[in-house]
């Protein structure tokens, strides 16, 4: 299958068959929750849709590398119009055509999950950052277009995505390590701690690999400090509340990475946990805002 071309109905039929079942409220963070109008909801919705997909068949363990990469090609040219093999690539093609928006924050996503199906490793956190830039800023700049927000707000969305990001990949390090052979924690702060990658395959973390986790949370905190104006920046309400729900959530998850242990500790948030923290951000969030009017709230560096 490989080397052969692929017709419209073997893509579909294969892209369907590394579907991993996951939708979208087995997130750890909202998607296209009741925060945002429902005018936006279903093109939101068809963009978590096509990344569902495209992950999925980049996280699967049982497909080569090269069958991922034809499969996801055949989502590109479906994306851009040059084919109709993927039915939720022209479904949020049509999306993109009736909006008015660019499909280079799919395109984007595409080229991080090329990267899934052949890089197992991360040199450095520089080289994570880069990764996150196609795999987590495009889904929030993807959303800001649809509400038809300034561009203005990127530079605090991309912070917030990316610190999403590695917020899942340390959450789930040893189930990365395990199940996919892949590591997301930088190659160089492994070696100058003296952690071997083989330490993420056991039940719990050594000291030394959990000072690893903790150092890279607290580069995320920084990240989480960045993305922090980003619901003041944004002007539909709904989405700014949604965005300072995610906000508080992030925040938690990181300090908890802080102080547990994702190889043998949950450190993802019950239902009850993230229903507090949401309730807790919303009241808050008018407070936030008038003091964003009135010029108050501190402005993204």
Not at 19 to 26: I, V, Y
Request: net charge negative; hydrophobic share 45%; glycine share 6%.
């Amino acid at each position: 299958m490989t080397d052969q071309a692929h017709s419209p109905a073997q893509i579909r039929a294969s892209v369907e068959a590394l579907a991993s079942g996951k939708g979208h409220t087995d997130e750890n963070f909202p998607v296209a929750s009741v925060l945002i109008a429902a005018k936006h909801r279903p093109a939101v919705m068809a963009f978590y849709a096509f990344a569902r997909a495209a992950d999925d068949v980049a996280d699967n363990p049982s497909a080569d590398a090269g069958e991922k990469l034809a499969l996801l090609e055949g989502m590109r040219a479906s994306l851009s119009g040059e084919s109709d093999a993927d039915a939720k690539a022209i479904a949020l093609r049509q999306v993109q055509i009736e909006r008015g928006i660019s499909d280079q924050h799919g395109l984007d996503l595409l080229e991080a999950f090329r990267r899934d199906c052949t890089k197992r490793r991360y040199a450095d956190w520089d080289e994570l950052i880069d990764y996150c830039r196609y795999s987590a800023a495009p889904v929030g700049r993807f959303v800001l277009d649809v509400h038809g927000e300034d561009r203005a707000t990127w530079p605090a969305n991309d912070a917030l995505c990316t610190a999403l990001q590695i917020i899942n990949h340390l959450q789930d390090c040893a189930k990365d390590y395990r199940e996919i052979n892949r590591i997301y924690l930088p190659q160089d702060a492994l070696a100058a701690a003296g952690v071997p990658e083989t330490t993420l395959g056991d039940p719990a973390a050594t000291p030394a690999l959990q000072r690893v986790i903790n150092d890279l949370a607290r580069m995320t905190g920084v990240l989480l400090d960045q993305s922090r104006p980003l619901s003041g920046q944004v002007r539909d309400t709904r989405l700014a509340l949604e965005i300072a729900v995610i906000q508080r959530l992030a925040e938690d998850l990181n300090r908890g990475l802080m102080g547990r242990d994702p190889l043998s500790q949950r450190v993802h948030h019950s239902k009850p946990q993230a229903l507090a923290l949401a309730l807790g951000a919303a009241v808050a969030f008018p407070i936030q805002r008038l003091t964003n009017r009135l010029g108050l709230a501190r402005p993204f560096p």
